[in-house]
């Protein structure tokens, strides 16, 4: 059985990473120029961010990847690096795991198939470069993440499935509307993309961004009411950033998600973590709720 | 005549542009746009009426419904397509100042965002109300900004950003702008932004919806 798997099954519940990208803004990042550039110019600086995570308790972190598509890339002149910069970004995070996990992450492109902007094709290519540098670079899993275009969905799963049999998490953004119903940017509504998801044989779903932890709790539940065998990813926002005295601060602090950390493990969510915001401060509070909630059962 | 005008504003709702077009499936057959536009003209409506009554009207039901979530992105998209298409066909019956433009408006997405999708249904959405569009693309710096109000005479500009790492880039742009002396108002939009943060950057304004941002400049700056 795949290690990702297995740890599951022994484990029950894993705890994953906060943010990278606000992590790396703390880091001196400047916002404008390429963030995943980083993994080849700043190693060490992301192999702390990574490094940190562990030491807070994480048991699967992902890798500095999100944007380093070969579309994204391109926009910075460093389009010919793609492969490279993915690779190092999993051997940063591998250094780091020692013998705990890494999934790689990926982003969508921001690019619509539906505008005519891209191609399927090009589409395909611009994915399967970042994937390559990834797997070549030992992740144990690969996480698309914060997705809301089933079309790009679509396109990124069959690259990956061309290319290896390595388990594979989607997660996707969803946005409450008026009547306090959850859809994507394109209307999909929270059966359709999980649906769509099973059919295309994912390993794994998830649910990560938007509006914060306590909007994810009702997702994960229509989730678990429509297919309760599904394993689920959740890694939410800590809410909406704001700015205080210059510096972005996020809404959710770990005290705050702990009733929504509580739901989830109840709900029976495998994988916890968090997305724009969070801190090591996060996972460590997952980490305690996590390990109290498994050893009373 | 009303009933054609109604009829015109939920073609565009619904981006039917003519009577062959399968979007949407329960109006095969029936009229689209161009249909409508073609007996709207043979009454002798004056482009203004169809303009305002219909085609305005069609994309204020378009820009509700998506701040409200009930159409998505492939939805504007069609209705931007079809108001695009009554548009052309406005142009080549009327001469331009009898389809006049409400003012110039800026759009762009801050330096160090790729992501366009949020300021282009903004675009779509003010283009299809009346206002004419600059669009600076993405990554866009408070020079680029600068040039262009030099070049044109500008009512308001939309900034956008969809990252938490770059949406810190709105606050530089907005106090290059006010050190150079450049008065217009500078609204901001995007996924990861709120009111809050809009205040605390001096932004003049902000909406979680592109309507939002038509219903500010109509109001203040039309």
Known sequence: MNKLFSTIETKRVLVSDGAWGTELIKKGFQSGSCPELWNLEKTEEVFSIANNYFDAGSDIISTNSFGSNRIKLEHFGLADKTYQINKKAAEISKSAAKEKLVMGSVGPTGKFLITGEISEEELRQSFSEQLKGLIDGGVDAILFETFYDLDELNAVIETIRDLSNIPIICSATFNKNSEGEFYTLMGNSIREVYSFLIEKGVDLVGVNCGNGYFDSIEIVKQIKKDFPELKILVQPNAGLPEITSGQLVYSETPEKIIPAIKDFLEMGVSIIGGCCGTTKEHIKIIRELTDKYLANK | MIDLLNQLAICIEKGKINSQSKIPADMA??????????????????????????????????????????????????????????????????????????????????????HNIGKNLVKMILEGNGWEVIDLGVDVDSEKIIQKLKETDVKAIGLSALLTTTMLNMKGIIEDLRNNGIKVPVAIGGAPVSKKFAEEINADFYSPDPSGFLDYLNNNLN
């Open chain 2, 29 to 114: 057959g029936k009229d689209g746009v161009e249909e409508l536009i073609d007996k709207l003209l043979r009454l002798n409506i004056p482009s203004k009426t169809i303009i305002e009554d219909g085609l305005l009207k069609g994309m204020t039901v378009v820009g509700e419904k998506f701040r409200d979530g009930k159409l998505f992105i492939p939805n504007v998209l069609f209705s931007a397509k079809a108001m695009n298409h009554a548009m052309d066909i406005l142009k080549k019956q009327f001469p331009s100042d009898q389809l006049q433009i409400k003012g110039k408006v800026i759009l762009a997405t801050v330096k160090g965002d790729l």
